[in-house]
């Protein structure tokens, strides 16, 4: 028997050890929406990579989408990058 695969999404964890704004974070980007009534995290939406990161309160982000390793590394820089400010 012969499998074939790709991989398609790899979602990865991370702990920024910071308190985070969301409110601060959504109102600041425009590749953020956070609507807490809803789910209590904000979701950043990046283009490259192709990834959509969770960020939560307490500093828990969680990357999903990426197709490589790398691709986490990326995303997850970039994102801290762009809330970096916020970071309590």
Do not use: H, W
């Not at 964890?13 to 601060?24: I, K, P």
């Not at 425009?30 to 500093?59: H, R, W």
């Amino acid at each position: 028997m012969e499998v074939n695969f790709r991989i398609e999404n790899i979602l990865a964890s991370a702990n920024l050890n910071v308190e985070l704004d969301l409110y601060a974070i959504a109102k600041a980007r425009d590749n953020v929406e956070y609507e807490p009534e809803q789910f209590p995290g904000a979701i950043l939406k990046l283009e490259e990579p192709k990834t959509s990161l969770l960020l939560f309160k307490n500093g828990k982000m969680i990357c999903t989408g990426a197709k490589s390793e790398k691709d986490v590394y990326r995303a997850v820089e970039k994102a801290v990058s762009q809330i970096k400010k916020f970071m309590k």
